[in-house]
């Protein structure tokens, strides 16, 4: 049996909870789950994401991840974390006076009266270590080679729990091997650095997908694609920025979020809500949810400063989402990573 074993320590808070939302629980279904829905883009823009390709990335997936009648190639294992969980409290209860940091985490505080009452939220907060362990289920690493792929997506460009498409969750993760299966866990310099990092990363994780296809004899030529049905990390329709400030990093997390809430509430305010939308709302009209295609984290470089790293898919029409690509293109000191 191959495994490997990382290392992971929070940068932002992290919610997250089983069935009783009371509590705070780090479980391994979530990283499961997550590093499925990484996979899934990966493969959806190597193959294509749309109805005709689906099948074709529903297989790929099931290999890795098993599905209801098959068995997971691969199995997770999460421990228990450093720290014991806190209370997430705002630090102002006026919509008026929040803080950008509260406003990205606002629905994890008390809310509400009677029946509708929602107490604070747990949280992990940050600096909080726990290890995360992947292993295959047999002798074939390749499939444990897929897995590693995906987690250094989530752990790269995602979060983990409630609200990680608003900082939420963000994570570091370190490997005693930093160059298992070829990818790069270190922690970079500068933000110069994390864009090297993490073109190179994604270029590796699609060539590591499309060997597996290769393997399997289920790639198939595409024509460069220029819409998707669901969302997938190829270059066409997902925008990847590293964010910072005329080109300065933040402190501290704290200090990015608060920032980065900040300039997304008040480029919000200016739109009535139905243009807004686009970025995602509790409850859209005809009461339809819509989740926020734009993915919002906090990454750590090595002299502690940070910088904001947002991904957005463009699922659907491409064109719609012009506003959100407006609101990246206010951080002077931005950069695109290209893959």
Request: glycine share 8%; with cysteine; charged share 25%.
């Amino acid at each position: 049996m191959q495994h490997v074993t990382f290392t992971l320590r929070t940068v932002t808070p992290l919610f997250l909870a089983g069935a009783d939302q009371t509590q705070a629980e780090l479980r391994a279904p979530t990283f499961r789950g997550l590093m499925r829905y990484w996979y899934r883009a990966l493969i959806g823009g190597i193959v294509g994401a749309n109805e005709r390709t689906l099948p074709q990335v529903s297989a790929a997936e099931t290999a890795v991840f098993g599905a209801t009648d098959k068995g997971s190639a691969v199995g997770i294992r999460v421990s228990e974390a450093s720290e014991g969980s806190q209370r997430y409290r705002k630090e102002n209860y006026s919509r008026a006076n929040t803080s950008g940091k509260d406003y990205l985490l606002w629905s994890m505080a008390e809310s509400g009266k009677g029946d509708r009452y929602k107490p604070d939220r747990l949280y992990f907060a940050q600096d909080t270590k726990f290890k995360v362990s992947l292993f295959s289920r047999g002798d074939d690493e390749a499939n444990l080679r897929q897995a590693v792929s995906s987690f250094w997506l989530l752990t790269h460009l995602g979060g983990i729990g409630s609200r990680s498409r608003r900082c939420g969750g963000s994570i570091e993760a370190d490997v005693t091997n930093d160059s298992f299966a070829g990818f790069n866990f270190a922690t970079p310099k500068d933000a110069e650095s994390l864009q090297i990092q993490l073109r190179a990363g994604i270029t590796l994780a699609r060539q590591v997908g499309a060997l597996q296809l290769d393997k399997e004899n289920k790639k198939t030529m595409q024509a460069p694609i220029a819409q998707t049905a669901f969302d997938a990390l190829t270059q066409s329709t997902c925008k990847i920025w590293i964010l910072r400030e005329k080109e300065l990093p933040w402190s501290t997390a704290d200090a990015a979020m608060r920032n980065l809430g900040a300039s997304l509430q008040d480029y919000r305010s200016e739109f009535p809500l139905q243009e807004r939308e686009v970025f995602g709302l509790p409850l859209g009209r005809n009461n339809a949810r819509r989740a926020s295609p734009l993915l919002l984290r906090v990454t750590k470089l090595q002299a502690g400063e940070h910088v904001g790293v947002a991904v957005l898919f463009k699922t659907g029409n491409p064109q719609s989402y012009a506003l959100i690509e407006n609101w990246a293109n206010e951080f002077t000191g931005k950069r695109e990573v290209t893959f």
